[in-house]
């Protein structure tokens, strides 16, 4: 009888012809060049001089010691990972090639319950896993670790959609509060005291650490020290509504010196205008709806539904920075703050039983509140 090959001999030689005709070859190093080129190019798209100014809030520029510790870990553990992976990617070409299919090669060596090759694979995972926990717990620990008794404490609490600060001065007799604008001092430490009255939010300023959630009948702590002077952009990271991509702030760190000036300038009630179109919008504001959610020190206003407005034109946004503060964006927000901010509990004008004629006086007056 005539001897034939089996069919999985035959197929695996019409394969290998395939794969070895020059057109397949040539398009094969084209794919693997283009995938070659994909990391550098992703590399080189993240480089950049100014890349603070087109992504504020980036991660990899820390700027407290809270932040650095973990900064340094996740780059620990990256390097980690790519140490690891590169020792894997290179042990597989090794074994692709060297025990590739040859059609008149012998059938290799079969291995079975290797004792020490099974001891190799559970330990090495192992050890590599502590090599990663370990500055993991550290790191946990650092970023937990209570207040010292110099740190200046702030209570946040969590709206919908804006974020209120308080500072405990005059040895706790009295409260600054303001908003959206956190203001600290570089080279002391800062406990954050996070608290929400309605739903989760998670506050985050990336530049100063990583995220902590703000949960109803809750309190949760961050502490840190900044490092540098300097506009931090943040924003709520926990869904929570309507406007939660629209619940943003600034944390400004600043030296001791500017940071006790405004801290004492908060403090004090608002001055009196002397100018007639500000006293008439003084005038509306305390008569309006206005006085039943807003506080201005030194005023009959003192409801505590909305943010308070004592130092309001020192801010350098409004409606929870969405927008600068400025006369237009001012006046914008008082016509029609929901169409601006959907599910805003400010109300429109109507509502506000605020005129159109009347809107420039108002916006005279909040802006003159320094």
């Given at each position: 009888?005539?001897?034939?090959?089996?069919?999985?001999?035959?197929?695996?030689?019409?394969?290998?012809?395939?794969?070895?005709?020059?057109?397949?070859?040539?398009?094969?190093?084209?794919?693997?060049?283009?995938?070659?080129?994909?990391?550098?190019?992703?590399?080189?798209?993240?480089?950049?001089?100014?890349?603070?100014?087109?992504?504020?809030?980036?991660?990899?520029?820390?700027?407290?010691?809270?932040?650095?510790?973990?900064?340094?870990?996740?780059?620990?553990?990256?390097?980690?990972?790519?140490?690891?992976?590169?020792?894997?990617?290179?042990?597989?070409?090794?074994?692709?090639?060297?025990?590739?299919?040859?059609?008149?090669?012998?059938?290799?060596?079969?291995?079975?319950?290797?004792?020490?090759?099974?001891?190799?694979?559970?330990?090495?995972?192992?050890?590599?896993?502590?090599?990663?926990?370990?500055?993991?717990?550290?790191?946990?620990?650092?970023?937990?670790?209570?207040?010292?008794?110099?740190?200046?404490?702030?209570?946040?609490?969590?709206?919908?959609?804006?974020?209120?600060?308080?500072?405990?001065?005059?040895?706790?007799?009295?409260?600054?509060?303001?908003?959206?604008?956190?203001?600290?001092?570089?080279?002391?430490?800062?406990?954050?005291?996070?608290?929400?009255?309605?739903?989760?939010?998670?506050?985050?300023?990336?530049?100063?650490?990583?995220?902590?959630?703000?949960?109803?009948?809750?309190?949760?702590?961050?502490?840190?020290?900044?490092?540098?002077?300097?506009?931090?952009?943040?924003?709520?990271?926990?869904?929570?509504?309507?406007?939660?991509?629209?619940?943003?702030?600034?944390?400004?760190?600043?030296?001791?010196?500017?940071?006790?000036?405004?801290?004492n300038n908060e403090a004090s009630p608002a001055a009196e205008p002397t100018d007639s179109a500000v006293m008439l919008g003084k005038q509306l504001v305390t008569s309006k709806p206005c006085v039943g959610c807003h506080t201005i020190k030194g005023t009959v206003m003192a409801g505590v539904?909305?943010?308070?407005?004592?130092?309001?034109?020192?801010?350098?946004?409004?409606?929870?920075?969405?927008?600068?503060?400025?006369?237009?964006?001012?006046?914008?927000?008082?016509?029609?703050?929901?169409?601006?901010?959907?599910?805003?509990?400010?109300?429109?004008?109507?509502?506000?039983?605020?005129?159109?004629?009347?809107?420039?006086?108002?916006?005279?007056?909040?802006?003159?509140?320094?």
């Amino acid at each position: 009888m005539k001897s034939t090959e089996s069919l999985p001999a035959r197929r695996m030689e019409t394969l290998a012809a395939a794969a070895g005709s020059p057109g397949r070859t040539a398009r094969a190093r084209r794919w693997l060049g283009a995938l070659g080129a994909l990391p550098v190019l992703l590399f080189l798209a993240a480089c950049g001089p100014d890349h603070l100014k087109h992504y504020p809030q980036t991660t990899f520029a820390p700027t407290t010691d809270y932040a650095l510790e973990q900064d340094w870990l996740f780059r620990y553990v990256l390097i980690m990972g790519v140490v690891v992976g590169i020792i894997v990617f290179v042990a597989v070409g090794y074994i692709l090639f060297k025990f590739r299919h040859r059609p008149d090669g012998a059938e290799p060596a079969q291995t079975h319950g290797n004792t020490t090759l099974e001891l190799a694979w559970t330990l090495i995972p192992a050890v590599i896993l502590a090599f990663i926990a370990v500055p993991t717990v550290r790191a946990i620990f650092i970023t937990q670790a209570p207040a010292s008794a110099s740190a200046l404490h702030v209570t946040v609490m969590g709206k919908q959609w804006w974020w209120q600060f308080k500072y405990a001065v005059n040895g706790g007799r009295d409260t600054v509060t303001t908003a959206n604008e956190i203001h600290v001092p570089v080279g002391q430490q800062v406990e954050l005291t996070l608290k929400s009255d309605n739903v989760l939010h998670s506050f985050w300023v990336p530049q100063m650490g990583g995220k902590r959630d703000l949960i109803p009948n809750r309190d949760n702590k961050l502490v840190f020290t900044p490092k540098e002077p300097g506009v931090y952009y943040g924003q709520c990271a926990e869904f929570c509504g309507d406007s939660h991509a629209l619940m943003r702030m600034r944390l400004i760190a600043e030296t001791p010196a500017d940071f006790q000036r405004w801290l004492n300038n908060e403090a004090s009630p608002a001055a009196e205008p002397t100018d007639s179109a500000v006293m008439l919008g003084k005038q509306l504001v305390t008569s309006k709806p206005c006085v039943g959610c807003h506080t201005i020190k030194g005023t009959v206003m003192a409801g505590v539904t909305g943010p308070n407005l004592t130092h309001f034109a020192r801010r350098r946004t409004l409606a929870a920075g969405i927008m600068d503060n400025n006369a237009t964006n001012l006046g914008r927000w008082l016509r029609n703050a929901p169409h601006v901010k959907p599910g805003s509990k400010m109300p429109d004008m109507p509502t506000l039983n605020l005129k159109e004629e009347e809107v420039p006086y108002v916006v005279a007056y909040l802006q003159s509140l320094q």
